[in-house]
């Protein structure tokens, strides 16, 4: 019995120790205001369920709304790659949603169409170089996925694409 315990909690620890964690940073582009609309939090929520449905260690960090790269979007990312670093964390995953609502019928409400697309940049906390990126659009957008589900999907999409990012750089399971 004694045997058996440790040797569970051996696998337990290298099964912890494979996997990398690593902390999100939402980034909102290109809508008018400062208010962070929920098409980013559910996002955000999305891509961290995904991770922790897959066993991985994640965190996120206060949604960042930035009309175009700036000095305080620069400052901002900087932060957060900061509170990644003392967190633990090994990567730090950029998730930019850039928006495009001139033909919007309702901004602020969670719809897919109100996403132009997302771009991913994924760091490493220890020496800030870039470890992958990548770019996904949603695919056509229709009355039936042009809703919370369809944002939901797309994240999700998103998530699986950093997933195989991770994967291939030997960081997820």
């Known amino acids: 019995m004694r045997k058996t315990f440790f040797a569970f909690l051996l696998l337990c620890a290298s099964f912890a ?41 994640v965190s996120s960090n206060s949604v960042i709304v930035s009309k175009r790269e700036d000095t305080a979007e620069k400052n901002a990312l900087r932060r957060s790659l900061i509170e990644a670093k003392v967190g633990c964390m090994d990567l730090f995953v950029k998730l930019y949603l850039n928006f495009s609502l001139e033909d919007s019928l309702n901004p602020s409400a969670v719809l897919l169409s109100n996403i132009n697309y997302a771009e991913f940049e994924i760091l490493s906390t220890e020496t800030t170089e870039t470890v992958a990126t990548g770019k996904h659009s949603p695919k056509v957008v229709q009355n039936k996925n042009n809703n919370r589900g369809g944002v939901e999907s797309f994240a999700t999409e998103i998530a699986a694409e950093i997933h195989t990012s991770l994967s291939k750089k030997g960081g997820a399971r």
């Open 17 to 57: 120790l494979s996997a990398k964690s690593f902390s999100l940073q939402v980034i909102q582009r290109n809508t008018a205001g400062e208010n962070v609309f929920d098409t980013s939090y559910v996002v955000e929520q999305t891509v961290l369920d995904y991770f922790f449905e897959h066993g991985m260690i």
